[in-house]
């Protein structure tokens, strides 16, 4: 399945010796073999991504734009392959893969118009004769560290804004889906751009993330991943000033008010909270439901999950698939258990379907009667969890929507523009949503606050991350 790609580095797909298997979380049987980076191999990358980075900025923007522009094109065409590889990899509907491809592609069009328009200014001095240039340029080298819940959208992410700027990048994606960064990365080859400006590379922590990390001409490195690895990329990045981007986990709150819409609030909740099996770092985890819509929302919530089908994502009726691993699916039990060992109580789901004897799978649960000290509510439970509980008034909610170190989005369903005004003020949150859970697009800054992260992605902010700014004082 990986034969015709490998490494990448310098321009060209290269093979290793090493391999590691891909398990498909549907079947538990191995996909095919990942090539596994040896530290020397890692160090090719590097010295290919500085070695492009003169050719890269020499470009100038309207030549980056128009080779990302062909990526994009060379994206669209190769849709369908990389759909089914998404399915293949995570076990996501196949509907779900191409929604997510084309959120990819998305962001090399947008990054490519914003090549245009990196601009700089001038300012007055207070020499006479004199004026200060401000301009902003390529921070130079950089590391990609990507997460295997969404294998296509989080490389774009990283990929199409550093390159806009004019930086050279080594990949490495996760291990677990690697297939589908490799065909993207293969699309790049259509915008003809420098040799070594794009490397992938796939391996363990030592022969891979540490050369990337010890070596100082990596000016930036960006992650998306867990909490606790982005806290020990920061402290790594420390030894050699690297700037970092960190989209880390969430726990996001999701606040239905006594005015919302309900039956637009269902529909639109299980749709996101069931999505890519509750795998998604900005899907509701705390539902707050005011006391008088509570009974209402819970039957109306269960009535609309009972209807998911699960199964293999290549299916076209399935509405959920299995969650990435055995270790994921061993936690999501645990985590279940736990909440009803404390009191709460399984609506529905809470249990691996008995009609599906192989996967990684595990019904879509609903937890009534949750309390905000249970695990399932005080830490992101990355699983298909729906908990559920009741408040009373505004100001309570709020605060107990607050209670977490995390900040990365949060939601609320109201029909009051002032309820709205005074919850986006109040949520600690990098994002949040009104009637909505669309917060992923390319024109849109993403990301989080507190344990959640720095930085952004997307929008005119995630080029931003991927440039110095230089100031010159010309006097004449």
Not at 334 to 360: D, N
Request: glycine share 8%.
């Amino acid at each position: 399945m990986y034969e015709q790609y490998g490494l990448f580095i310098s321009g060209r797909w290269t093979s290793s010796s090493r391999t590691a298997d891909v398990i498909s979380p549907v079947t538990e049987q191995p996909l095919g073999q990942v090539p596994l980076a040896s530290r020397e191999d890692t160090l090719a990358a590097l010295d290919a991504a500085h070695n492009a980075l003169p050719a890269l900025r020499a470009m100038g923007g309207y030549a980056r734009a128009e080779a990302l522009h062909k990526v994009a094109d060379e994206m669209v065409r190769r849709s369908d392959e990389a759909a089914r590889m998404i399915c293949a990899e995570t076990g996501k509907p196949i509907a779900q893969a191409g929604r997510e491809w084309v959120l990819a592609y998305e962001q090399f069009r947008w990054c490519a118009e914003e090549a245009r328009r990196i601009y700089g200014r001038i300012i007055d001095s207070r020499v006479p004769g004199g004026r200060f240039e401000v301009t902003r340029e390529a921070v130079g080298v950089v590391g990609a560290f990507s997460a295997w819940n969404f294998p296509a959208a989080l490389p774009a992410r990283k990929l199409a804004p550093a390159l806009a700027a004019g930086c050279a990048v080594v990949l490495r994606p996760s291990s677990q889906t690697p297939g589908v960064a490799m065909i993207m990365v293969d699309c790049l080859r259509a915008g003809q751009l420098p040799e070594g400006a794009v490397n992938l590379v796939t391996g363990s922590t030592a022969d891979t993330y540490a050369p990337i990390m010890a070596d100082p001409r990596v000016r930036k490195v960006s992650l998306t991943g867990s909490t606790r690895i982005g806290q020990q990329m920061i402290r790594d990045a420390a030894a050699t000033v690297k700037k970092v981007s960190m989209e880390l986990g969430g726990n996001a709150p999701l606040i239905i008010y006594p005015d919302a819409d309900l039956e637009n609030a269902l529909d639109l909740t299980v749709a996101t909270k069931f999505a890519n099996c509750g795998q998604v770092c900005v899907t509701p985890d705390r539902i707050f439901v005011h006391d008088s819509l509570y009974d209402a929302f819970v039957e109306g919530f269960v009535s609309r999950t009972r209807k998911i089908k699960l199964g293999d994502g290549f299916e076209a009726d399935t509405g959920m698939g299995p969650l990435i691993n055995a270790s994921r699916l061993d936690e999501v039990q645990s985590v279940v258990a736990a909440a009803v060992q404390a009191g709460a109580r399984i609506a529905l789901g809470g249990q691996r379907p008995a009609h599906l004897e192989r996967g990684y799978f595990f019904e879509p649960t609903v937890l009534v009667d949750v309390r905000d000290d249970m695990q399932v509510f005080a830490e992101e439970n990355f699983g298909p969890i729906a908990a559920i509980t009741r408040f009373t008034t505004e100001d309570e909610v709020l605060a107990r929507a607050n209670a977490s170190t995390m900040g990365l989005s949060a939601y609320a369903f109201t029909r009051s523009p002032d309820v709205a005004r005074r919850t986006v003020a109040a949520l600690k949150a990098g994002m949040v949503g009104i009637n909505s859970f669309a917060m992923a697009a390319a024109e849109a800054p993403f990301g989080g606050t507190h344990y959640s992260g720095m930085g952004r992605e997307g929008g005119t902010e995630g080029i931003n991350d991927y440039l110095d700014t230089k100031l010159a004082q010309l006097v004449f």
